[in-house]
């Protein structure tokens, strides 16, 4: 087993027996270490600092991200440049339109495309793959936004994972239907006989919809 293989292998194992998209899991982790990294190693690097300023600094989600790490220097370095960019066109009354793409975002959608190319390929045909399969089958499984991603990016799925993702959403949708059906006046001693996962199957359709990963 080649040695990124065996990291996306049992950090997704690890992952599937955890709440939520085992991918939403991996990519927030992941995104957390990278921004620890770079504020940590990249403040100095000239590529780095020139894709940050490229791109207009980071998105509005991963700047305010950036308080919760406590690394006021790194954090002004990197804000300086944009400001310096900022004023220069307040003075020529021009606008500011940045051409890159948020650098922590692009990590992201890296690791996303890596994972979702890994569960792919993962036809359970080695032997070693029958264990993830197993965890990952035994997990919720991937949100609709990843497994739209995947639909979208490979045209060949493995037969087990769209088996599993697509019978998972119907029956996500079947319990949605009775949810619906007993909500309606009259029927609540009815609702009040469902069990308490889907009295609450509202809330699990909110997370399969949008995921758990930060934008």
Known sequence: MAADRHINYF????ASA?????????????AERYIDNLL????????FRKAHRDAGGFC?????????????????????????????HFKKRKPW??????????????I????????????????D????????????????????????????IPP??????????AALKERTDRFIELSAYGRQDEFRRLSEKDQLVWKELAAALRGNAAP
């Not at 994972?115 to 390929?121: E, T, V």
Request: glycine residues 10%.
């Open 97 to 110: 339109r940045p051409a890159g793409q948020c650098p922590i975002c692009a990590e992201k959608d890296r």
């Open 18 to 30: 955890l709440p939520g998209c085992p991918l939403c899991r991996i990519i927030s982790d992941r």
């Open 40 to 47: 940590f190693e990249h403040v100095s690097d000239r590529g």
């Open 11 to 14: 950090e997704l194992q690890k």
């Open 160 to 169: 087990w994972l769209a088996e599993f993702e697509e019978q998972k959403f």
């Open 112 to 127: 996303e495309h890596e994972y979702l190319g890994f569960l792919a390929g993962c036809g359970g045909a080695e032997a």
């Open 129 to 156: 793959e029958q264990d993830l399969i197993n965890a990952f089958t035994s997990s919720e499984g991937l949100c609709a936004p990843h497994y739209g991603a995947l639909l979208s990016s490979f045209k060949k």
């Open 60 to 88: 509005a989600f991963h700047s305010r991200k950036l308080l919760s790490f406590r690394d006021g220097l790194a954090v002004a370095i990197l804000g300086r440049d944009i400001l310096e960019d900022r004023i220069a």
